[in-house]
């Protein structure tokens, strides 16, 4: 059964950081692309980091809106995903969701249940 679980948000003051965590099990970790995604309150969700598989050598990438401020990095021994959230803002308030893609077949999205992050004084 695969789990995408998030853990890492809550309230921080602007200017402050976070750093969200998602462990996935159930999964051939190798042969996944990881992203995170977000949701603010009325708005669509949002694609804001993504990080690809092994086999395509971990590339990066990240929304404009957040480049020079995020960082997302996995460790494919513990089979987790990390999102470095600095100089926060608040308009990164949203909900954060994990995604795993995986890149073989068949092709597959699985989510986590998202983890709050609010950006608040």
């Known amino acids: 059964q695969v789990q995408l679980v998030e853990s890492g948000g809550g309230l921080v003051q602007p200017g402050g950081s976070l750093r969200l965590s998602c462990a996935a099990s159930g999964i051939s970790f190798t042969f996944f692309d990881m992203?995170?995604?977000?949701?603010?309150?009325?708005?669509?969700?949002?694609?804001?980091a993504s990080i690809s598989s092994i086999a395509k050598g971990d590339s990066t990438n990240y929304a404009d809106s957040v480049k020079g401020?995020?960082?997302?990095?996995?460790?494919?021994?513990?089979?987790?995903?990390y999102l470095r959230m600095n100089s926060l803002k608040p308009?990164?308030?949203a909900v954060y969701y994990c995604n795993g893609?995986?890149?073989?077949?068949?092709?597959?999205?699985y989510w986590g249940q998202g983890t709050q992050v609010t950006v608040s004084s």
């Open 35 to 48: 992203g995170w995604y977000r949701q603010p309150p009325g708005k669509e969700r949002e694609l804001v």
């Open 69 to 81: 401020r995020f960082t997302i990095s996995r460790d494919n021994a513990e089979n987790t995903v």
């Open 91 to 93: 308009d990164d308030t």
């Open 101 to 109: 893609h995986r890149i073989i077949s068949p092709k597959s999205d």
